[in-house]
Nanobody, 124 residues
Framework: QVQLAESGGGLVQAGASLRLSCVVSGLTLSRYNMGWFRQAPGKEREFVGSVRRSGGSTYYTDSVKGRFTISKDNAKNTMYLQMNSLKPEDTAVYYC?????????????????WGQGTQVTVSS
């Protein structure tokens, strides 16, 4: 059974940093491209960024470029999202997801496996 479990969310002030983790079981991280998504109240789910299965290539949505960094440790089957210089507009539930696609995928519908999400709240 595939499980993705996010952790590391919380309440922080603007300008602070958080690191989210996504621990994966039931699949081998090195065989999947992974993504982070977020959903704010009243808004649609939004692609945040992704990392290729090798871990060597990342892609980010414009609003987080230069502030967020995705990495993964295939040996630990864990992916990370380092979030710096957080803004109130980053407030959302953050989800990690896995796709078997070989290309960079921004559409959530193409991710087969999802975690339950972790809340990130940034106060001004």
């Amino acid at each position: 059974q595939v499980q993705l479990a996010e952790s590391g969310g919380g309440l922080v002030q603007a300008g602070a940093s958080l690191r989210l983790s996504c621990v994966v079981s039931g699949l081998t991280l090195s065989r999947y491209n992974m993504g982070w998504f977020r959903q704010a109240p009243g808004k649609e789910r939004e692609f945040v960024g992704s990392v290729r299965r090798s871990g060597g290539s990342t892609y980010y949505t414009d609003s987080v470029k230069g502030r967020f960094t995705i990495s993964k440790d295939n040996a630990k089957n864990t992916m990370y999202l380092q979030m710096n210089s957080l803004k109130p507009e980053d407030t959302a539930v953050y989800y990690c997801a896995a796709t078997g696609s070989w290309s960079t995928v921004v559409a959530g519908s193409r991710y087969e496996h999802w975690g339950q999400g972790t809340q990130v709240t940034v106060s001004s």
